[in-house]
């Protein structure tokens, strides 16, 4: 479980890099990569203290 909640959050960031460099290249709009860095950050947030969080 660990393992998948990081692969997913590292797939979020990438994906936020992703529509960054369409956007930086004109193939997205503006607010459409403003609502995917949004939810990718949500998303990020979400995710990452479940599987940083030392079980003990």
Known sequence: MKKM???LSWL???SM???SALCAGKAL???VNQLIL???TIGWFVMAPLW???FS
Do not use: D, N
Request: aromatic content about 0%; glycine content about 6%.
């Open 5 to 7: 909640l990081s692969l």
């Open 12 to 14: 979020i960031l990438a």
């Open 17 to 19: 890099l992703v529509s």
């Open 29 to 31: 709009s503006t607010e």
């Open 38 to 40: 949004l939810a990718g």
């Open 52 to 54: 940083m969080k030392r």
